[in-house]
């Protein structure tokens, strides 16, 4: 068995305090001596407006807080699994990216998010991604010390489509680092997690952003690890918290016990095969 963490914060358009959260997360995984860290969606910063999300875009080679978290790994010893913005091509847009730093400080996947969130709800939250450049593949599970892990982020978890690819590649957990707003998030964010693991028999780590952001914008926190057989294994609180972590154990024996207890065989026969 091996411990995973979630972290969880409140990032705003103030980069470097948010490196700062981020590296305080990587001190508290470490003490619970966790393998690897999960971070949100966005953890680089959360900006007010569409424009300034593309002003503090930096390409992530260019980035002092891809830098700080790689060096963070690399002296922490370990892999950190974190969202962040680049600048894409042209400069007018912005990718939604996660990255995966081995515990050398690395970058060895980059993968970017490829169902944009562009809703409207009435008395509700109005957000659009018009600013994003949407990514065009789902890439490979690969190989850590938690298991095989699949990426996608936030929005892409109303899509199982994408963790039935990963499951079907041998996945073993399915990342979904995010930004829900508070009404979905209330209404979706624990039922949507538990399914995908469910479903896919993996386990599921959903490192959430937290409270307000600006005078605009509030996540809805709740962090997360469910277990394959959809337990909650660690879950974090929602608003007026600071940046804390939660912990779990990944069990491989006990994914593979799931999955032979009780296997989803798909009748691709009938439907088409993801
Ligand atoms: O804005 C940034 O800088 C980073 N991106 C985000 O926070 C994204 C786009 S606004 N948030 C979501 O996809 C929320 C999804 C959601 O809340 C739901 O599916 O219900």
Not at 226 to 248: D, F, H, K, N
């Amino acid at each position: 068995m091996v411990i995973a963490a979630v972290g969880q914060l409140c990032s705003t358009a103030n980069v470097s305090h948010n490196l700062q959260q981020c590296q305080l997360l990587v001190k508290k995984a470490v003490a619970a001596g966790a393998k690897a860290l999960f971070l949100p969606e966005a953890s680089d910063y959360i900006a007010s407006s569409p424009a300034e999300t593309v002003a503090l875009a930096r390409s992530v080679k260019d980035s002092e807080f891809v830098k700080g978290l790689q060096h963070e790994a690399q002296s922490a010893k370990l892999p950190i699994n974190v969202g962040i913005h680049e600048c894409a091509e042209g400069g007018e847009k912005v990718r939604n990216t996660l990255i995966w730093i081995d515990e050398k400080g690395s970058i060895v996947q980059r993968y970017q998010k490829i169902h944009l969130f562009d809703v409207d709800i009435k008395g509700g939250p109005v957000l659009k991604e018009s600013r994003v450049e949407r990514g065009n593949s789902i890439l490979p599970p690969f190989e850590t010390a938690v298991g095989r892990v699949g990426l996608s982020i936030c929005f892409d978890l109303r899509f199982p489509e994408i963790s039935l690819a990963l499951k079907r590649q041998n996945c073993q957990l399915v990342t979904y680092p995010s930004a829900f707003t508070v009404p979905t998030g209330q209404a979706h964010w624990e039922v949507l997690l538990r399914a995908r693991a469910i479903e896919t028999q993996a386990y599921v780590v959903a490192a959430a952003q937290v409270g307000a952001h600006n005078e605009k914008r509030m996540s809805y926190g709740h962090s997360m690890i469910v277990s394959p057989w959809g337990e909650i294994l660690a879950e974090l609180g929602g608003a007026g918290r600071e940046a804390e972590i939660a912990t779990a154990n990944i069990d491989v024996d006990m994914l593979d016990k799931v999955r032979r207890e009780m296997p989803l065989l798909r009748r691709t026969d009938i439907y088409p095969e993801i």
